[in-house]
């Protein structure tokens, strides 16, 4: 599996931004999908996952309330809609895909490359 991540950007605290996450190979209906993200000195952290079938998904308090992961299996593609953004938000977010809706990065066999997302306040 090969993973794509597109959508950051700058965007104004408060702001809301969509990132995307093209995945190639015929399986990717059968994967749950996370999404971490990595800032500037801090270790990485867990955002949300999504089962594979899109019925279920698991967040971080941090994203709870303002970010909703979603999926369209018909392209392959998972969604992280990000609302109310702030200043503590900004990270390279990554997505990557696996068997477990986890929120440990090492449960994750794929990953893609990263896209950056940076809120001004």
């Known amino acids: 599996v090969q993973l794509q991540a597109s959508g950051g950007g700058l965007v104004q605290a408060g702001g809301s931004l969509r990132l995307s996450c093209a995945a190639s190979?015929?399986?990717?209906?059968?994967?749950?999908m996370g999404w971490f993200r990595q800032a500037p000195g801090k270790e990485r952290e867990f955002v949300s996952a999504?089962?594979?079938?899109?019925?279920?998904?698991y967040d971080a308090d941090s994203a709870k309330g303002r970010f909703t992961s979603s999926r369209d299996n018909t392209k392959n593609t998972v969604f992280l809609q990000m609302n109310s953004l702030r200043p503590d938000d900004t990270a390279t977010y990554y997505c990557?895909?696996?068997?477990?809706?986890?929120?440990?990065?090492?449960?994750?066999?794929?990953w893609g490359q990263g896209t950056q997302v940076t809120v001004s306040s």
């Open positions: 990557a895909a696996g068997y477990i809706i986890t929120d440990i990065d090492t449960a994750y066999k794929y």
């Open positions: 190979g015929r399986t990717f209906g059968s994967i749950v």
């Open positions: 999504i089962s594979a079938s899109g019925g279920s998904t």
